[in-house]
């Protein structure tokens, strides 16, 4: 332990009501004063007119991005991003791919389409040294400690910080944004105007959405001074938000598979989402799969979540690399993992002619799918092996893949859909399991939603797995469900009233050791006092209520009147109930900072009271000094240091 963390340390300790003698256990003991769960008065809930002229959503995906904006004058009205250039065939491109490109010294050169062509027109032997990164979003899922200083790897093995390409991005949608609003508005348009939304996976841990915001503050999209000037929203949330709103023309219903057009097109869903109606949304993305349960409340048609954000790493990019298994078992491991190095804008190519056959993929379909291997693919094979591309083909025992002599590999549909099946299975297992919980009945209708949600192999399945239960509704502009309701969550970020906290948040603190209670291993004997140690103070439960504005407080003492820091331990835990930190499956997970300086008191003991926020799509804390009243900087940081 470095001195530095030393002092820390004892700040730590120090900072509690009961000076705790826990400082040899390990963490500190906290005991507070005041337990209790306050709710907000109504008034001051009411949204203040916030300053913005504009609202623009930035859906940043794991597979495709794109933004899109309304004027606060007329929110009803979505304009999404214009036009693109590039575009593949059989792919619409309302958005851009996630794709990014750094040139040698590692600064940034484009993004999206205009990113693909340079480097797929790049000299190979040059391709080798710009930095070309795809699908990179996943990282900040997958990331157990993230932090500002976890690293990507581009397409060329080298590596870069994540942080950099992320706000590389932001700052590009950021350009982009500002420059079609100026041009619509005749004049440079202030980004002080534009309120700034960005979309996240509900199934994102605190640290992912953190480190997105703090991408934010590093683009230049908003300051640390006026961090409400982001929103972080929650893509099923947003997707929700726009599917109550939809007109029956809009939509396509898979139980009839037609748009529904016998009713009448002003109508709302035409059936009626009434008061109480309950439905699922699917978001099935590039990356993740999210499943969030609403329930509408009318006349205002608030939403309530009723059950916790669900879902998993199954987006459609599993199907890529099913596809990239499937290579490595025809061709050798050894050679893909070197082609891919050797070659990186070829294994581009190849991944982009995979991903048009991969929309062709029906449940019906009898005709074989043609997938054109570039040609450098061809060559580095028979340098790499010796022998040919067909010969390898003839050679391996997977019998649904020819080769055709136009130099194509040939795919049988059933070979497509072996493909499709574990991430289409994990999906299916994950809505058997929630449609099995009793929070999730009487469900009225299921959204599928999400880019991976056109897949008529994906929309088979759910139709198979629910047999009728509730109605599936897929919105027109499935790929862009999203973005319009990020923009709508923008506009009013009050419309979700009530959301399920996904993790029990909570202190370590010191309790008055209860004989037959307590463990007698957590006992520590101070001044006579006996105290218990480790005990878990739970500010939320997993899967609890909690209302918009609702607030968590709890008080501490700095032990010192000159104390200026006070820092707590945060732990977390999947579990709904937690006695002791040391529990299996609580883990530290952030540290809540209170900057008591230049606050000091004439008071014996400083109170310091803090309020916690856990309603909104993020974690915050606000902190006052009772005796004075006086605001105390509090702020809570999930990114591990």
């Not at 993992?337 to 056959?357: C, T």
């Not at 493909?419 to 297992?429: E, G, N, R, S």
């Not at 000094?625 to 900087?633: G, I, N």
Request: aromatic fraction near 10%; hydrophobic fraction near 40%; charged fraction near 25%.
């Amino acid at each position: 332990m470095t001195e530095k963390e030393l002092v820390i340390d004892d700040i730590i300790t120090d900072a509690m009501a009961t000076p705790s003698p826990a400082k040899s256990m390990g963490d500190p003991g906290i005991t507070p004063l005041s337990p209790t769960h306050v709710l907000k008065d109504s008034e001051e809930n009411e949204p203040t007119r916030h300053p913005y002229v504009v609202v623009v959503a930035i859906d940043f995906g794991t597979t495709s991005s794109g933004y899109a904006y309304a004027f606060t004058k007329e929110p009803e009205c979505i304009h999404t991003m214009r036009r693109w250039e590039g575009g593949d065939p059989g792919v619409s491109n309302q958005k851009t791919p996630t794709t990014i490109l750094l040139t040698p010294d590692k600064k940034f050169h484009s993004f999206g389409y205009a990113a693909r062509d340079f480097y797929h027109d790049l000299d190979p032997a040059e391709s080798k040294q710009w930095l070309y990164l795809e699908k990179f979003k996943m990282k900040l899922h997958t990331t157990a400690n993230l932090s500002i200083d976890t690293d990507l790897h581009a397409a060329n093995g080298k590596k870069v910080k994540a942080l950099d390409i992320f706000a590389y991005a932001l700052a590009f949608f950021k350009e982009q944004a500002l420059k079609e609003l100026s041009d619509q508005a005749g004049a440079d348009f202030d980004n002080a105007d534009v309120r700034w939304v960005i979309t996240v996976p509900a199934i994102w841990k605190m640290p992912a959405k953190q480190f997105m915001r703090e991408a934010a503050y590093k683009a230049g999209l908003v300051s640390r001074d006026n961090p409400d000037q982001l929103i972080i929203a929650l893509e099923p949330e947003a997707a929700s938000i726009y599917c109550r709103k939809l007109r029956l023309h809009q939509m396509v219903d898979l139980g009839t598979k037609t748009a529904l057009n016998g009713y009448s097109p002003t109508e709302n869903i035409g059936v009626g989402t009434a008061q109480g109606d309950r439905y699922v949304v699917v978001d099935c993305g590039g990356g993740t799969v999210d499943l969030t349960v609403h329930q509408i409340r009318l006349p205002e048609g608030h939403l309530k979540e009723l059950y916790k954000a669900s879902g998993g790493p199954y987006g459609s990019i599993g199907i890529d690399y099913e596809f990239e298994k499937l290579l490595c078992k025809i061709f050798g491991q050894d050679f893909i993992d070197q082609f891919k190095i050797k070659r990186p804008a070829a294994w581009v190519d190849l991944m982009i002619a995979f991903e048009s056959r991969k929309r062709a993929a029906t449940p019906d379909r009898s005709n074989p799918l043609n997938i054109n291997l570039p040609f450098s693919f061809i060559d580095y094979y028979k340098k790499f092996r010796g022998h040919s591309v067909e010969h390898a083909l003839r050679k391996s025992n997977v019998d649904f893949v020819k080769w055709s002599s136009q130099g194509m590999l040939r795919m049988s549909p059933d070979a497509m859909n072996a493909l499709f099946k574990p991430t289409i299975d994990h999906i299916i297992q994950h809505l058997t399991e929630l449609f099995e919980r009793p929070e999730v009945t009487d469900i009225k209708f299921l959204f599928l939603v999400g880019g991976f949600a056109e897949s008529p192999l994906l929309q088979q399945a759910v139709q198979k797995m629910l047999q009728g239960r509730s109605r599936i509704i897929i919105p027109h502009d499935v790929g862009l469900t999203i973005l319009k309701g990020a923009v709508l969550f923008g506009l009013d970020p009050s419309v979700i009233k009530v959301r399920r906290s996904p993790l029990t948040y909570g202190v370590g603190v010191l309790n008055r050791f209860i004989e037959g209670k307590h463990p007698p291993e957590k006992m520590l004997v101070k001044d006579g006092t006996r105290w218990c140690t480790d005990v878990f103070d739970t500010f939320i439960s997993a899967d609890q209520s909690v209302a918009l504005g609702e607030t968590v407080k709890r008080s501490y003492t700095p032990a010192k009147p000159s104390q200026q820091v006070i820092v707590i331990h945060v732990y977390c835990s999947e579990k709904e109930s937690v006695s002791f930190i040391s529990d299996p499956g609580v883990r530290k997970c952030g540290t809540l900072k209170l900057d008591v300086s230049g606050t000091e008191s004439p008071a014996t003991r400083r109170e310091i009271q803090t309020l916690m926020q856990f309603g909104d799509t993020e974690i915050r804390a606000m902190a006052i000094d009772v005796a004075t009243s006086r605001s105390v900087k509090a702020s809570i940081d999930f990114l591990s240091q």
